[in-house]
């Protein structure tokens, strides 16, 4: 009997929680699994705002492929994915091609620029470890770079960022702890630091409970974050972004502008044929595309509805995970012949959002608010059982945010 080869298209939570689902529930006789990453390591998309504000290292954030997926049953392969083709159900990579007769694509998110001018070209963006690493530097060194300079140079420690939804929040809150250790390090006046959140929508957090959100702009208020909601970005340039409220233009001189308002899933899923809707494939409730009955998606590159708001759930790394089980499990049943395929329901058990090592806020246990410390221990609480779904008691002690009050 010919094993049947199925290919997993990138280690992001939903690439990599498949592989392990079906290295547990498949052996290497019921069919050769692939999985093909750009790297060597899978990373934490969700703590990336922490190695871009410099308040955790990057080796915290990621994890070696060989430390959960067993290369004996999975034959790994790091190389770049550069086009599909369904029809002839090939992937072709940097380096080579491969065939396959069931596919999970896990590419992950590209930014969305909404096409405003200069974002492409002048904004730093948060998307992987290497771009966490660059805005770091980049801060760092202007900082480094403020007391060298003649005249005020207040565009050098003016930090924009774009958008406050989870991302934009996020960092903006990491950034606020960082700033004083900066200032401190390169013997830069507190006072003279900006840090100026811009979002286009009326509130920041949209969606998310009013309460919360109080509690977070007041919390980050306090740490000197200026919000400028209900503000459009019109244009970026290399030393500044241009802003627009109320018909009003202002000019803010900033040489650090991070954009984190907005992804799209990856492009090559649009460019390879697949029917896609903004960038994401609207899967069947078995997570196949719509058109290939042998190709599933999973994480951002899917989008899923939620039949109660007639929006799209957001691509958290929650729904990812979820969706690697149902992935697994079909691809199990095809392979042994099974014919019935489970539907994905999410199970959102609860949205925390961080505002630094010790604070947070949440909405956990059906509709129980959090504030503070005992969201942060709750957000840590999520992140630590990931890595025990992912790796067990060994990834999490190695890996893992065991210190909760700190």
């Avoid at 060989?66 to 159900?89: A, E, G, L, R, Y």
Wanted: proline share 3%; charged share 25%; glycine share 8%.
């Amino acid at each position: 009997m010919n094993r049947p080869n199925i290919v997993i298209l990138g280690a992001g939570y939903g690439g990599i929680m498949t592989a392990v689902n079906l290295q547990k529930s498949m052996s290497s006789e019921e069919a050769k699994i692939t999985l093909v990453n750009k790297h060597d390591y899978h990373y934490q998309t969700t703590w990336l705002h922490e190695n871009a504000a410099g308040t955790l290292h990057h080796d915290r954030t990621r994890l070696a492929i060989n430390d959960v997926v067993d290369f004996n049953k999975i034959n790994f392969v790091q190389d770049t994915v550069k086009s599909i083709d369904p029809k002839s159900k090939t992937v072709k990579l940097e380096d080579g091609e491969l065939n396959y007769d069931y596919l999970v694509i896990g590419l992950g998110f590209e930014s969305a620029t909404f096409g405003i001018d200069g974002i492409e070209e002048h904004a730093l963006t948060i998307q992987n470890i290497n771009s966490a690493r660059k805005i770091r530097d980049h801060i760092e060194y202007n900082f480094a770079q403020y007391n060298l300079e003649r005249g005020e140079r207040e565009d050098l420690i003016t930090i924009g960022v774009g958008g406050a939804g989870f991302t934009g929040i996020e960092f903006v809150a990491e950034l606020a702890n960082r700033i004083p250790e900066l200032c401190q390090e390169y013997d830069v006046p507190r006072e003279k630091v900006r840090l100026i959140n811009v979002e286009a929508g009326p509130t920041a957090l949209a969606g998310f409970d009013p309460e919360l959100v109080e509690y977070a702009m007041n919390r980050l208020e306090e740490k000197g974050v200026e919000f400028k909601l209900g503000t459009m970005i019109k244009k970026v340039t290399e030393d500044s972004i241009i802003v627009e409220k109320d018909e009003e233009r202002e000019e803010i001189k900033t040489k650090n502008f991070i954009w984190a308002a907005g992804v799209t899933g990856n492009s090559i899923v649009q460019e390879s044929g697949f029917e896609t809707n903004r960038g994401r494939v609207p899967v069947r409730p078995d997570l196949r595309t719509p058109d290939y009955d042998d190709v599933f998606v999973v994480g951002d590159c899917a989008v899923i509805m939620n039949p109660d708001t007639e929006r799209p759930y957001p691509p958290t790394a929650q729904i990812a995970i979820q969706m690697a089980d149902t992935v697994a499990h079909n691809l199990k049943q095809m392979v042994s012949g099974g014919e019935k395929l489970q539907s994905f329901e999410p199970h959102i058990q609860g949205t925390v959002a961080s505002l630094g090592h010790t604070d947070a806020i949440g909405v956990v246990f059906d509709d129980k608010k959090l504030f503070g410390r005992s969201a942060s221990i709750m957000k840590k609480a999520i992140d630590n059982r990931y890595l025990m779904k992912l790796g067990g008691v060994g990834l999490l002690l190695k890996k893992g945010k065991l210190d909760m009050y700190h």
